[in-house]
């Protein structure tokens, strides 16, 4: 649902006002943090903690893919850039961030 909001309120702002040029920018960084996300759960190949009672079950190969969340990743792309853009002037943006930490505890 977050990523609708984001496309949608880029779609409807445009790249013109401020508020729109933000949004296009949480689209950037989403598409990058997936990409990126993607290829370092190949990398990291870390087991997933409901399959394991250890913490450091790393590069593991195939099928082990828990790290880093991609949810958590999608997340903190779509919030950071507003939050860099509008924190100074209106603070009550920074709780924010409580929505990657919300997801990142709910993955766990």
């Given amino acids: 649902m977050l990523l609708v909001g984001e496309v949608g309120g880029a779609l409807w702002e445009g790249g013109e006002e401020r508020f729109g040029r933000t949004l296009w920018q949480s689209i950037d960084a989403t598409v990058i943090g997936g990409v990126s996300s993607e290829a370092l759960k190949r990398v990291f190949s870390r087991e997933r903690p ?10 593991k190969g195939g099928g082990n893919q828990s790290f880093p ?40």
């Fill in 50 to 59: 409901d399959r394991t009672s250890d913490p450091n079950q790393w590069f």
């Fill in 69 to 108: 969340s991609g949810e958590v990743t999608t997340t903190s792309a779509v919030v950071t850039p507003l939050v860099l853009e509008y924190g100074r002037e209106h603070p009550a943006v920074y709780a924010l961030e409580l929505l990657p930490v919300y997801d990142a505890i709910g993955a766990a």
